[in-house]
């Protein structure tokens, strides 16, 4: 048990709680909004409430794998404090009930894949109430949530209404998964929710690994979730009519009012001054979906911009506020691919990564419809047309950062991004390592044509080190499907249309083709031929560079000053460390095999992702029996079959992947 001071205080006896224990709680929400106060257990359907109370379910011998000490001081926590609390892993797993907090699940449905799925809701998150922030918060920080309020929720703490088939928990490597990549994402500096803590538990559940009928016992864990609000795009889809593919309507389909209700709830909360602003009702809402409409574009340019795919973008997946929401199989590309996938249940390449700005449209256009008629159709349509001039304009305004372009847009700047991304491509470049590359090519300086040779052979030879062989590129191009299956596919699309869309669609039949030809290309290739093809493709995108940069210069008294401003903005936009798959996966098997050291560390460098940290270059756990130079693979995210024993080698987490991370795949 936590301390406890007691004293006379002229009162009676003065008890002091732990800081958990002093949250100051508000839970605006379930004030505001219908509250299904049902206890009955089990999956159901929730019609006319937004929430339903819940009670977490408690586990056996929680304890901290990890906690944020930045996330947790948004509630006014002292992160030391949390861990000495022999309470804290109790409190932030949901085993024990804080004062003030009142658990409940949010209903909510969504679009999955493209088709209405109805109701979905919680099934393993449980909010636990709304948090006042602390009387010092930062103001930027209260800028960005005008609201005072901090909602927590715990994810992986058991059945509610909306757990259909499931359990209600998470185990150690998702949760992993999800502490590590919120954290990075706001370090990166794009808008998230935030992780405040994981606690993992004696408490078992079975799961099958590797969708191989060979299920195991996994730990249950528990992420502390906390943001302003986790209304998302679906919230609003609770009142669906009867979709006309699906069959499905939200479960709340007739009670407008409450649609009315979640709207005003979300504006005057979330979006003060769109609600001071504007008397009309219409006009104001129409406001309001612009600002989402912003929020999104902003959000998913800089998703593109750090080379970040989130895996999963249906509507129940898309927050109200412009934040980066649920953290399942996403995926940091390594080798720049525009059709990189991290989702390996994402058959078609739906959430592909350069797919992601056109679904994040469409999934606005169900956000509208959704609204109507608090949104009158052709107005949301009007605002909509927006969306695309929105993205490009911070996509290209990111990208300049990146590349170091600080004074002059210019006509041209599109296709040098363009080219370099080509370049990338064909390859095998490292996205992150290449951009992190960029900032050590000097601005021309006027000297001799030698020297200037000599510039682009330095530059060539150093982004040459972040492409791939011809090997891994052989690897990269070959295609998903069997030959023989892909001719199948070809005949059926010709010969039965209709059931060749329901196999399979005919962008991801086109993908595998591509694929097809490049690789009996690189099969036809030597390692001497590409290399020297390589060499040439970079040279001629370094002139072009360099001559943008050159323009950059003109009318620049002091070159000097300008160079060190491009180094500087460059080297805080492009990040060192990501986290990568192999990455995580290496934190998962030290904490799966007792060692949580290896999460923190990894926490503690993707809080600094654009600084060199000295002494935590490498990984600190390299399993029983293992070596610096080598170490044998346990397990990983393989999805159909165990995957096979292979070498490793240790390498910095700013390097280029190991070619064991090829190996991971998630779903």
Same mark, same amino acid.
């Given at each position: 048990?936590?301390?406890?001071?007691?004293?006379?205080?002229?009162? #009676?006896?003065?008890?002091?709680?732990?800081?958990?224990?002093?949250?100051?709680?508000?839970?605006?929400?379930?004030?505001?909004?219908?509250?299904?106060?049902?206890?009955?257990?089990?999956?159901?359907?929730?019609? #006319?409430?937004?929430?339903?109370?819940?009670?977490?379910?408690?586990?056996?011998?929680?304890?901290?794998?990890?906690?944020?000490?930045?996330?947790?001081?948004?509630?006014?926590?002292?992160?030391?404090?949390?861990?000495?609390?022999?309470?804290?892993?109790?409190?932030?797993?949901?085993?024990?009930?804080?004062?003030?907090?009142?658990?409940?699940?949010?209903?909510?449905?969504?679009?999955?894949?493209?088709?209405?799925?109805?109701?979905?809701?919680?099934?393993? /998150?449980?909010?636990?109430?709304?948090?006042?922030?602390?009387?010092?918060?930062?103001?930027?920080?209260? $800028?960005?949530?005008?609201?005072?309020?901090?909602?927590?929720?715990?994810?992986?703490?058991?059945?509610?209404?909306?757990?259909?088939?499931?359990?209600? $928990?998470?185990?150690?490597?998702?949760? %992993?998964?999800?502490?590590?990549?919120?954290?990075?994402?706001?370090?990166? #500096?794009?808008?998230?929710? *935030?992780?405040?803590?994981?606690?993992?538990?004696?408490?078992?559940? %079975?799961?099958?690994?590797?969708?191989?009928?060979?299920?195991?016992?996994?730990?249950?864990?528990?992420?502390?979730?906390?943001?302003?609000?986790?209304? *998302?795009?679906?919230?609003?889809?609770?009142?669906?009519?009867?979709?006309?593919?699906?069959?499905?309507?939200?479960?709340?389909?007739?009670?407008?009012? %409450? *649609?009315?209700?979640?709207?005003?709830?979300?504006?005057?909360?979330?979006?003060?001054?769109?609600?001071?602003?504007?008397?009309?009702?219409?006009?104001?809402?129409?406001?309001?979906?612009?600002?989402?409409?912003?929020?999104?574009?902003?959000?998913?340019?800089?998703?593109?911009?750090?080379?970040?795919?989130?895996?999963?973008?249906?509507?129940?997946?898309?927050?109200?506020?412009?934040?980066?929401?649920?953290?399942?199989?996403?995926?940091?590309?390594?080798?720049?691919?525009?059709?990189?996938?991290?989702?390996?249940?994402?058959?078609?390449? $739906?959430?592909?990564?350069?797919?992601?700005?056109?679904?994040?449209?469409?999934?606005?256009?169900?956000?509208?419809?959704?609204?109507?008629? =608090? !949104?009158?159709?052709?107005?949301?349509?009007?605002?909509?047309?927006?969306? !695309?001039? !929105?993205?490009?304009?911070?996509?290209?305004?990111?990208?300049?950062?990146?590349?170091?372009?600080?004074?002059?847009?210019?006509?041209?700047?599109?296709?040098? %991004?363009?080219?370099?991304?080509?370049?990338?491509?064909?390859?095998?470049?490292?996205?992150?390592?290449?951009?992190?590359?960029?900032?050590?090519?000097?601005?021309?300086?006027?000297?001799?044509?030698?020297?200037?040779?000599?510039?682009?052979?330095?530059?060539?030879?150093?982004?040459? =080190?972040?492409?791939?062989?011809?090997?891994?590129? $052989?690897?990269?191009?070959?295609?998903?499907?069997?030959?023989?299956?892909?001719?199948?596919?070809?005949?059926?699309?010709?010969?039965?249309?209709?059931?060749?869309?329901?196999?399979?669609?005919?962008?991801?039949?086109?993908?595998?083709?591509?694929?097809?030809?490049?690789?009996?290309?690189?099969?036809?290739?030597?390692?001497?031929?590409?290399?020297?093809?390589?060499?040439?493709?970079? /040279?001629?995108?370094?002139?072009?560079?360099?001559?943008?940069? /050159?323009?950059?210069?003109?009318?620049?008294?002091?070159?000097?000053?300008?160079?060190?401003? *491009?180094?500087?903005?460059?080297?805080?936009?492009?990040?060192?460390?990501?986290?990568?798959?192999?990455?995580?996966?290496?934190?998962?098997? /030290?904490?799966?095999?007792?060692?949580?050291?290896?999460?923190?560390?990894?926490?503690?460098?993707?809080?600094?992702?654009?600084?060199?940290?000295?002494? !935590?270059?490498?990984?600190?756990?390299?399993?029983?029996?293992?070596?610096?130079?080598?170490?044998?693979?346990?397990?990983?995210?393989?999805?159909?079959?165990?995957?096979?024993?292979?070498?490793?080698?240790?390498?910095?987490?700013?390097?280029?992947?190991?070619?064991?991370?090829?190996?991971?795949?998630?779903?």
């Amino acid at each position: 048990m936590p301390e406890m001071a007691v004293g006379m205080d002229g009162m #009676g006896l003065s008890v002091s709680l732990s800081p958990l224990e002093r949250l100051e709680f508000d839970n605006v929400a379930l004030k505001k909004l219908p509250v299904d106060t049902s206890e009955e257990l089990g999956p159901r359907r929730v019609e #006319g409430a937004c929430f339903s109370r819940v009670k977490p379910q408690p586990l056996a011998k929680p304890r901290f794998v990890a906690v944020s000490s930045s996330a947790l001081a948004l509630l006014g926590l002292n992160a030391e404090e949390v861990v000495n609390d022999p309470l804290g892993p109790e409190y932030l797993s949901g085993s024990k009930v804080m004062p003030g907090s009142e658990p409940a699940a949010h209903c909510y449905c969504g679009h999955q894949f493209g088709s209405f799925a109805g109701q979905l809701g919680d099934g393993a /998150a449980c909010y636990l109430g709304e948090v006042k922030a602390p009387p010092d918060q930062n103001p930027e920080l209260l $800028r960005e949530n005008p609201s005072g309020r901090w909602e927590i929720q715990v994810k992986g703490a058991g059945l509610t209404p909306y757990s259909r088939q499931a359990d209600g $928990r998470k185990v150690l490597r998702s949760s %992993i998964r999800e502490f590590l990549c919120s954290e990075a994402v706001f370090a990166l #500096g794009v808008p998230t929710t *935030r992780a405040g803590s994981l606690v993992t538990s004696d408490s078992k559940v %079975i799961r099958d690994v590797y969708y191989s009928g060979n299920p195991r016992q996994e730990r249950c864990s528990v992420v502390l979730r906390i943001a302003p609000s986790f209304i *998302r795009f679906g919230s609003f889809e609770i009142f669906k009519a009867a979709d006309e593919n699906t069959g499905r309507q939200g479960p709340s389909y007739g009670h407008d009012e %409450i *649609r009315g209700q979640l709207m005003d709830y979300v504006i005057e909360t979330f979006y003060p001054e769109i609600q001071q602003n504007y008397v009309d009702r219409m006009e104001r809402n129409v406001a309001f979906f612009r600002e989402v409409v912003r929020r999104t574009a902003l959000l998913v340019a800089q998703w593109q911009c750090v080379g970040f795919c989130h895996g999963v973008l249906n509507t129940d997946n898309m927050s109200i506020l412009g934040l980066t929401l649920d953290y399942g199989p996403y995926g940091f590309m390594d080798r720049f691919d525009p059709d990189f996938i991290c989702n390996a249940s994402d058959n078609t390449g $739906r959430y592909s990564y350069q797919a992601q700005p056109a679904v994040c449209r469409w999934n606005l256009a169900r956000l509208a419809e959704a609204l109507d008629p =608090e !949104l009158p159709p052709n107005q949301a349509e009007a605002v909509l047309d927006e969306y !695309l001039p !929105l993205y490009n304009t911070f996509y290209m305004g990111n990208m300049r950062r990146k590349l170091g372009l600080l004074r002059k847009e210019e006509p041209e700047d599109e296709m040098l %991004i363009t080219e370099l991304l080509q370049t990338m491509h064909n390859t095998g470049a490292d996205f992150t390592n290449t951009f992190r590359c960029l900032s050590q090519i000097p601005c021309p300086s006027g000297g001799e044509e030698q020297a200037e040779e000599g510039v682009i052979r330095m530059a060539t030879d150093l982004l040459l =080190e972040q492409c791939a062989s011809l090997e891994e590129l $052989r690897s990269a191009n070959r295609p998903n499907m069997d030959p023989r299956e892909l001719a199948m596919l070809l005949q059926l699309g010709q010969s039965n249309p209709s059931l060749f869309q329901m196999i399979t669609s005919r962008r991801s039949l086109a993908m595998q083709m591509e694929k097809l030809a490049r690789l009996k290309e690189l099969l036809d290739a030597d390692e001497e031929e590409v290399k020297a093809r390589h060499r040439e493709d970079w /040279a001629a995108w370094i002139k072009s560079y360099r001559k943008r940069l /050159a323009v950059e210069l003109e009318g620049q008294s002091d070159i000097q000053e300008l160079q060190e401003e *491009r180094v500087k903005v460059m080297e805080t936009t492009n990040p060192r460390y990501v986290l990568r798959n192999y990455i995580a996966q290496n934190a998962i098997e /030290a904490a799966e095999n007792g060692d949580f050291t290896e999460v923190q560390q990894v926490l503690k460098v993707l809080e600094k992702p654009f600084t060199h940290q000295p002494g !935590l270059e490498q990984p600190r756990w390299l399993g029983p029996g293992r070596t610096d130079e080598q170490w044998e693979r346990d397990e990983g995210g393989q999805q159909g079959a165990e995957p096979a024993e292979s070498s490793r080698m240790c390498v910095a987490y700013d390097s280029r992947p190991p070619a064991w991370a090829n190996e991971i795949s998630v779903t």
